[in-house]
């Protein structure tokens, strides 16, 4: 079983920055891709970014340009940078690995 634990939530004003942390337990973490999605109030989860085991990224296009993911596989952890945050980026963020799932972390981006 993997567990995840995300990190750096918090608010923000608009053009601000934030990183979040997920740290992955179990082993083997280097082989696998890892994720972030994100939910909005009263909206459906979606793909934020991902990274693969060779660490190939894929954005969303509303993220391109803003948000970096980026892994580091000594310390078993994914990130993802966010910078220029709007207002809409405003959502739980949750990472995910392997069909699981971490308890979310809130990004709120307000003045």
């Known amino acids: 079983q993997v567990q995840l634990v995300e990190s750096g939530g918090g608010l923000v004003q608009p053009g601000g920055s934030l990183r979040l942390s997920c740290a992955a337990s179990g082993s083997m973490f280097s082989r696998y891709a890892m994720a972030w999605y994100r939910q909005a109030p009263g909206k459906q989860r979606e793909l934020v970014a991902s990274?693969?085991?060779?660490?190939?990224?894929s954005y969303a296009d509303s993220v391109k340009g803003r948000f970096t993911i980026s892994r580091d596989n000594a310390k078993s952890t994914v990130y993802l940078e966010m910078n220029s945050l709007k207002p809409e980026d405003t959502a739980v963020y949750y990472c995910?690995?392997?069909?699981?799932w971490g308890q979310g972390t809130q990004v709120t981006v307000s003045a």
């Open positions: 990274i693969s085991s060779g660490a190939v990224t």
């Open positions: 995910w690995n392997r069909g699981y």
